[in-house]
């Protein structure tokens, strides 16, 4: 079997119960104490365009102020990873990789805009980032719509790889699977799953 990585989402999805202001003392504390874990991945917060810099939250506009409030902190083994709801924060906001605090980005996206989000990741992926592409609301997707989504995941280049209903891509990565399931009325589920390389 496979490593299996451990992602921590305090400081997103915390965010969610006070509007991302935790202050800046307690954003600091959070992230040196999951990455002293030994946590693989910590996702520190939204990219979110709309909204401006503010220290004290773990929301910031563009990968400038991730630097502006992390950049003095000891990331250890951890990789550090912001998450973008699509269509909140453009291409303009986002440095290459290179130049950038972070290691990934996590996009999210509805059903309805699934070709548009994964053409999203894949300049990301250009960028230089590792990208995760989460698909919102997975039960209401067909296999059809699920098959599509694996045809545009390949488009996005190698290293394409879903699991449960996460798709990652990583230039690393040459193969990968995504399994889900299918049930009916009476309550018989199937598995179905498809793997690719």
Known sequence: MKRVNLLDCTLRDGGYVNDWEFGHDNLVSIFERVVDAGTDIVEIGFLDDRRPFDMNRSIMPDTDCVARIYGDLDRKQAK??????????????????????????????????????????????????????????????????????????????????????????????????????????????????????
């Not at 805009?113 to 992926?125: H, I, M, P, Q, Y």
Request: with cysteine; proline share 1%; glycine share 8%.
């Open 80 to 197: 550090v990873f912001g998450m973008i709801d699509y269509g909140t924060c453009s291409l303009e906001h986002i440095r290459p990789r290179s130049e950038s605090w972070l290691d990934g980005i996590r996009v999210i996206f509805k059903k309805h805009l699934r070709v548009e989000a994964l053409a999203f990741c894949r300049e990301l992926k250009k960028l230089g980032y590792i990208v995760f592409a989460q698909l919102v609301s997975v039960t209401s997707y067909s296999d059809e719509e699920l098959l599509d989504l694996i045809r545009l995941a390949n488009e996005v280049g190698a290293g394409c790889r879903f699991h449960g209903r996460y798709l990652w891509t990583d230039a690393s990565e040459q193969s990968g699977s995504f399994s889900w399931n299918t049930g009916s009325e009476s309550g018989s589920r199937d598995c179905n799953r498809i793997s690719w390389s």
